[in-house]
């Protein structure tokens, strides 16, 4: 088990940050939010989660162990796999997720794309007595403060299956609760939110 991983961020795309330790490059999937606390070049530290299958092995990267302790919790409910459970934490923080299942908040958890009402039930059911309470952290996933924070929102919209037409539409939405200081996690969670109104 790779634990946490260290290094110089090499490269960051739309849904991956490649993170270069001791001359070897490692590809790490994140979420849009963690992507945006990384600038290429600089050093970080991001706890890991390798999901091994018969024909691959992915390495997931992480805000923080919160954020990580979530991912791996959420995938023992039946039909929740590692991409599954990356979108949940797209869209919601981990303290997000375990409010929403300690509540039976159906609602808020079918705005996870892939999840409907019957397997939001379900994840409920099977998690609702291990996923404890929240934290009160707030929101785990990392403040931004950067210009482009459209591209960015974009991109993490993109990657989980949006088209750019729909992507633009729902930023525009966004746009005027952005502020001085962008949090590009909690955008991207709000600009998902139109998109699953519409």
């Known amino acids: 088990m790779i634990a ?3 290094g110089r961020v090499a490269a960051v795309t739309l849904n991956s ?3 270069e330790v001791g001359g070897v490059g490692l590809e790490l999937m994140c979420t849009p939010g963690t992507l945006a606390s990384l600038r290429t070049g600089s050093e970080a530290t991001l706890p890991t989660s390798l999901v091994v299958r018969e024909d691959s ?4 990267g992480f805000a923080d162990d919160d954020e990580k302790s979530i991912f791996e919790l959420v995938q023992t409910a039946s039909g929740v796999g590692p991409k599954l459970a990356q979108a949940m934490l797209a869209v919601l923080s981990p303290d997000g997720v375990r409010t929403a299942i300690a ?3 159906v609602k808020t958890l079918t705005k996870v794309p892939g999840i409907g009402q019957k397997g939001a039930q379900r994840i409920i059911l099977e ?3 291990r996923i404890g309470a929240p934290t009160g952290r707030g929101a785990a996933l990392p403040h931004a ?3 482009p924070w ?4 974009a991109q993490g919209l993109i ?3 949006y088209n750019a037409k729909d992507a633009d539409r729902a930023i525009d939405a966004v746009a005027p609760d952005a502020g001085e200081l962008p949090d590009v996690g909690s955008l991207l969670r709000a600009a998902l939110r139109t998109l699953s109104k519409a």
Do not use: E, P, S, Y
């Open 127 to 129: 998690l609702k007595d």
């Open 150 to 153: 459209r591209d960015q929102v």
């Open 4 to 6: 946490h991983v260290r």
């Open 159 to 161: 990657g989980l299956g």
């Open 17 to 19: 940050a490649v993170l």
């Open 57 to 60: 092995l992915t390495l997931f």
């Open 103 to 105: 509540v039976d908040d």
């Open 145 to 147: 403060a950067i210009a």
